[in-house]
């Protein structure tokens, strides 16, 4: 054996350590290579093109939170292969596989997980759908947990976000994956029946029956860029009406332009756009706060005159103490807007 021999198998164990064959990824709209730590950082979106490319369910879940922390709540025990399911695999094969791929084998977990904690210290609850498990399609199981997300947010007085990334029902579960649709509708009811928040994140893809219940009832509806939402595919459409569909048709931006999604935001902005529009829903009416007007010379004196005839008023009304205090204020600002006059006066002398 010459020496050649002898290290060859050396250099390529070298080789195969120092460069793992993942680190680069290439995107799919540009076809630009991306290091993937960068693309991590980046939260799997391009940053040559801004293509948004699908990102594993916790990843998105730990950018949303605070600090990225959350919990999850374990998911409620489903009835397994009702129909006792086959095509080419059995379908408990099936969920075993994708049990095993998502590390949810213990636990029993589906597509869907069911988490909570708090975005800019408001508490809530998200139930994200994750496309990896059998194409986030949505069975019992998923029904129950959609509906034990609605439960967790009545019970928590807190907004539910839901992110659909889903190929619509389960076709192994028939129509008991059908039914899931009415009973996820409910139990976006029942959320807004609490007088909470429902927010519906749309991902791509977001369709079949998943779009055609609780994706599309939003309160407000928020899709990211170039998601894929719709019911039918567009070949399915086409052919069934016969007719040439628009360019673009089904995306997100589309259906922002059509009124069927109320903002279409960047992932990065994501969690930012969430935090201020669940302030908005949560408080309507924030008290205003008081802020002192700057006023000229001939403004103070008449300010100053109708100040002393609100007294006048209030004293003879008896007023309550909450307008005398407004009379106050008015009083002050006009003294105060007098001793700038003042200052002012002597400036010039
Ligand atoms: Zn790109």
Same mark, same amino acid.
């Given at each position: ?11 390529? &164990? #070298?080789? +195969?350590? !120092? ?8 995107? @799919? $709209?540009?076809?630009?290579?991306? =290091? ?19 990102? +594993? ?23 397994? %292969? ?16 994708? *049990? ?5 084998? *213990? ?21 994200? #759908?994750? =496309? ?12 129950? $947990? =959609? ?10 007085? +807190? ?12 076709? *192994? ?8 649709? @009415?009973?996820?509708?409910? $139990? ?7 007088? #909470?928040? =429902? ?19 939003? !309160? ?29 048709? *089904? ?43 700057? #006023? ?11 100040? !002393? ?12 103490? !909450? /307008? ?8 002050? /600002? ?5 001793? %700038?006059? &003042?200052?002012? %006066?002597?400036?010039?002398?």
């Amino acid at each position: 054996m010459s020496w050649l021999e002898n290290i060859r198998p050396k250099i390529r &164990a #070298l080789v +195969a350590r !120092d460069i793992p064959e993942n680190l680069w990824v290439k995107c @799919p $709209a540009c076809g630009q290579m991306i =290091f993937h730590r960068e693309l991590d950082a980046n939260l799997k979106v391009c940053p040559h093109c801004g293509h948004h490319m699908r990102i +594993a369910v916790r990843e998105r879940l730990a950018s949303m939170f605070d600090d990225g922390v959350f919990q999850e709540i374990e998911p409620p025990k489903a009835i397994i %292969d009702p129909l006792k399911f086959r095509d080419r695999k059995r379908y408990t094969e099936r969920l075993r596989d994708a *049990q095993s791929a998502s590390g949810a084998r *213990q636990t029993g977990g589906d597509a869907a997980i069911v988490s909570h904690g708090t975005m800019g210290r408001i508490n809530v609850v998200i139930v994200a #759908l994750d =496309f990896s498990f059998m194409g986030g399609s949505m069975g019992i199981a998923v029904g129950e $947990a =959609f509906v034990a997300a609605a439960r967790l947010a009545v019970l928590q007085q +807190a907004p539910l976000i839901a992110v659909p990334a889903s190929g619509g029902a389960r076709m *192994q579960e028939g129509i008991l994956s059908l039914m899931q649709m @009415p009973r996820t509708i409910i $139990a976006v009811q029942d959320v807004r029946e609490a007088n #909470l928040p =429902f927010i519906s994140l749309m991902t791509d893809p977001t369709t079949g029956g998943v779009s055609a219940s609780f994706a599309m009832l939003g !309160d407000i509806a928020i899709a990211e860029p170039g998601a894929n939402i719709g019911f039918a595919g567009k070949r399915v459409i086409e052919d069934t009406i016969r007719e040439k569909l628009p360019e673009g048709f *089904q995306s997100a931006e589309y259906l922002h332009e059509h009124g069927m999604v109320d903002m279409v935001v960047p992932r990065q902005d994501m969690r930012k756009t969430l935090i201020r529009t669940l302030r908005h829903l949560l408080r309507p009416n924030p008290p205003a706060n008081v802020v002192p007007l700057k #006023l000229g010379k001939k403004k103070a004196l008449k300010v100053d005159a109708t100040a !002393d005839g609100n007294r006048s008023e209030i004293k003879s009304e008896g007023a309550t103490r !909450d /307008t005398n205090g407004a009379a106050a204020a008015t009083r002050k /600002t006009a003294t105060m807007a007098k001793s %700038d006059q &003042a200052s002012d %006066d002597a400036k010039k002398d």
